[in-house]
């Protein structure tokens, strides 16, 4: 599968993105999806993992209740809608896709897919 991320920008504080990742082939339906992120000098993090049917989400602590993960298998797409952004969102967020994984379950090294990575900046 190949993945294709999009809609990451430059937005003030307190903005909104939503972030696509939009997916080729007929299996997308069957993987957990992931988003995570990459700042300068920093490990790549987990933000948010979806279940393949969508019935189960992950938001790590720093974005709960700002960000939120969907997805909608009939577009072979995912989204992350991030509300309320703060300055130390800023990062390069990643799709990620994997087969029989559990959501939050797992560091980057278990999904087998990634996009090429969406810049997100948030300025203060």
């Known amino acids: 599968v190949q993945l294709q991320a999009s809609g990451g920008g430059l937005v003030q504080a307190g903005g909104s993105l939503r972030l696509s990742c939009a997916a080729s082939?007929?299996?997308?339906?069957?993987?957990?999806m992931g988003w995570f992120r990459q700042a300068p000098g920093k490990e790549r993090e987990i933000v948010a993992a979806?279940?393949?049917?969508?019935?189960?989400?992950y938001h790590t602590n720093s974005v709960k209740g700002r960000f939120t993960i969907s997805r909608d298998n009939g577009k072979n797409t995912v989204y992350l809608q991030m509300d309320t952004l703060k300055p130390e969102d800023t990062a390069v967020y990643y799709c990620?896709?994997?087969?029989?994984?559990?959501?939050?379950?797992?560091?980057?090294?278990?999904?087998?897919?990634w996009g090429q990575g969406t810049q997100v900046t948030v300025s203060s």
């Open positions: 979806i279940s393949s049917s969508g019935a189960r989400t």
């Open positions: 082939g007929r299996t997308f339906s069957s993987y957990t």
């Open positions: 990620a896709g994997g087969s029989n994984l559990l959501p939050g379950v797992g560091g980057p090294n278990v999904y087998a897919y």
